[in-house]
């Protein structure tokens, strides 16, 4: 069983930055893909950032050129970097990863087996 812990959330206002981690409990590399989804109450969870073995990465249409997705392998930490934060980025930030190799990056839920416990980002206007 993977475990992968999220970390790096918090308040900030609208146009500032952070920047989210997610610790694996096994190598990151050994995962064919991992990414970033996030959801707020009463809705789906969403797509934001996939990247998957080779590099390749997806991002959701809402966060294309604000965030960046990124792997540290020396420290098998998965990261999402957040810039020109908006109000409507305000959410439950998860990461996920599958050892499972098929089609590429992913914004699909359904394309990842383990998740992560999440951390809140909220963004005021």
């Known amino acids: 069983q993977v475990q992968l812990v999220e970390s790096g959330g918090g308040s900030v206002q609208s146009g500032g930055s952070l920047r989210l981690s997610c610790v694996a409990s096994t190598y990151i590399y050994s995962m064919y893909r991992v990414g970033w989804f996030r959801q707020t109450p009463g809705k789906e969870r969403e797509g934001v950032a996939s990247?998957?073995?080779?590099?390749?990465?997806i991002y959701g249409d809402s966060v294309k050129g604000r965030f960046t997705v990124s792997r540290d392998s020396v420290k098998n930490t998965l990261y999402l970097q957040m810039n020109s934060l908006k109000p409507e980025d305000t959410a439950m930030y998860y990461c996920?990863?599958?050892?499972?190799?098929?089609?590429?990056?992913?914004?699909?839920?359904?394309?990842?087996?383990?998740w992560g416990q999440g951390t809140q980002v909220t963004v005021s206007s």
């Open positions: 996920a990863a599958t050892p499972y190799s098929s089609g590429g990056a992913s914004l699909s839920v359904s394309g990842y087996n383990y």
């Open positions: 990247i998957d073995s080779a590099g390749r990465t």
